[in-house]
Every structure is written in C-alpha cells, then in structure tokens.
C-alpha cells in the first residue's frame, strides 16, 4: 500500500516555496500573467460561467502552467534528495537513482506538461457537464430524495475519492514512471487518502488567503460604490482567482511530488497523528 507523511511532504512544498522564493517567482510571473490575461477575457466576453470553453481556451496557458510547474518539482526534489559534495568522502555519489538523468529532464517534464493539459481538459468537462446538469430546469424536475438516491450518492462519492488519484499522473511522469507503474503503486482504495489529505492541507491555507483578499477587494471597491456586479470587481476577482489558482496547483503539486518519491523510494512512510 503507498503511504507517506502528509505533513512533512506539505511542509517541505511550503519551505520549499519560501526558501527559494525569488526563483519560484521568475519561473511563476509569466504564467500568473497569462492565468490572469485569460480569466478577464472570460469576464469581458461573459464567459465566466461556460467552463467547458474555458477549458479549451485555456490550453496554451496549461501547458505552460505544466511546464513550470515540472521544472520547480523537479527542481524541489533535485534538491532535496541530492546528496551535498563532500571531498574525499562521497566524489562518485551521483544523484538519487530515481531522479532522471540529465539527458531526460526535458523530455520527461515535456510528457508532464502534456498530462498535466489532459488532466485540466478532463476537469473542465466534468465540472462543465456537472454545472449543465444544476440548471434550475433541471433542479426543477429533480426527482424527491430516497433510500436509493442516498446510496447513489455515497457511491458516488466513494468512486471520486478512489479516482482522485489520476488528477495526479503527471507528477511520476518527471521521475520516469509510466501512469501504470504509478496506478499500481497507488492501487489501494487508501492510497486516495494521502493524496487528498496533502492536498487539503495546501487548499485550505489558499481558500483563506483568497477569502481574506477577496473580502479586502470588496471592501476598497465599496468606498467606490462598486458592487459585486460591477466590471471593476468581476476583474478583480478575476486577477485574484487567477494567482491562487496558480499557486494552489504548484504548491500541492510539491506536496505531492515528495509524497510520490517517498512511495517509489519505499520509504513507507505514515503521518504520526495516524
């Protein structure tokens, strides 16, 4: 079964950003400006709502966002697991044998941009399809809730958790591994679990920020007399949801990716409030 510490792979994506942050921010300007750029277009051409085109519209900019975020994982745990030159002691160590060789960096971070696109592509047609589906015609033809609708709903829910971790494929990709050696890493129902527990521990702190940014906005564009239906708050909003989109994605893409190298490296980890 793939376990690993969720904490101490989340804490590793946040000191990670925080110790390399002026690096982290060259590679991360470009693609935020592009987020941002696409997101206000949405806004001005009254797309804001039609997510299966935002998602086609939005492929240039995820595999851009795919590759930088490759090339600062990579880079994290390049770091992380690359032992210190120390003469006369270890002169032939080379790098962890699960990092790739140099001759296969961009060629595997190339694959995990072009997962990561897929990946995105796929999430926009659910949630696109699963919005057509809540229109208030279909809310109002919705059939009472019952013992069975009950049961449908917690299978349902049951088989997105099991299904959380193909969101993920990417990140194995960097190291060399093929989605099926990941999946079967990964193939316990439990496995789920320390990807969505990673991944709540970097959503959660970002949701506040994004809150508490959101609030602020709403606050100064008030002294304006601007409401929430204004242009000016839409694009607003629009820049803010724009950059911590961005930042959810690369930060738990870290987290991840120390959790997916510890299970290949099989060290067997578990989180010790567990």
């Not at 921010?25 to 949405?42: D, G, L, M, Y």
């Not at 926009?124 to 279909?138: K, L, N, R, V, Y």
């Not at 999946?183 to 991944?199: D, E, M, Q």
């Not at 724009?242 to 994605?249: I, N, V």
Request: charged share 10%; proline share 5%; net charge neutral.
């Amino acid at each position: 079964m793939a376990s690993f510490d969720i904490i101490d792979c989340t804490s590793q994506s946040y000191r990670f950003m925080w110790d390399h942050r002026a690096y982290v921010t060259r590679f991360s300007v470009p693609v935020i400006f592009a987020k941002i750029a696409a997101f206000v277009v949405f806004v001005l051409l009254g797309l804001e709502e039609n997510f299966l085109r935002q998602g086609l519209l939005l492929v240039p900019v995820y595999f851009l966002e795919g590759w930088v975020i490759g090339q600062l994982v990579l880079m994290a745990l390049q770091i992380e697991h690359t032992p210190k030159k120390v003469p006369g002691v270890n002169d032939k160590q080379g790098p962890h044998p699960l990092l790739p060789s140099p001759a296969n960096v961009q060629r595997n971070i190339m694959a995990s941009a072009v997962i990561y696109t897929l990946t995105k592509l796929a999430l926009a047609f659910i949630i696109g399809m699963t919005m057509q589906g809540h229109s208030p015609e279909s809310a109002a033809s919705a059939p009472p809730a019952s013992g069975s609708m009950f049961i449908f709903v917690v299978v349902l829910i049951a088989m997105m958790i099991w299904a959380f971790r193909f969101f993920w494929i990417y990140i194995p990709m960097l190291l060399g591994k093929t989605p099926l050696q990941y999946l079967l890493r990964f193939k316990a129902f439990s496995s789920s679990f320390y990807l969505l527990g990673v991944w709540m521990l970097c959503f959660v702190p970002m949701a506040i920020l994004m809150l508490l940014f959101t609030e602020f906005m709403a606050g100064v564009l008030s002294t304006f007399s601007l409401t929430e239906d204004a242009t000016a708050f839409r694009i607003g909003l629009s820049v803010i949801q724009g950059t911590f989109d961005y930042l959810l994605a690369l930060l738990s893409s870290l987290a991840v990716g120390f959790g997916v190298f510890s299970v290949f490296n099989d060290e067997n980890k578990t989180t010790p409030i567990w």
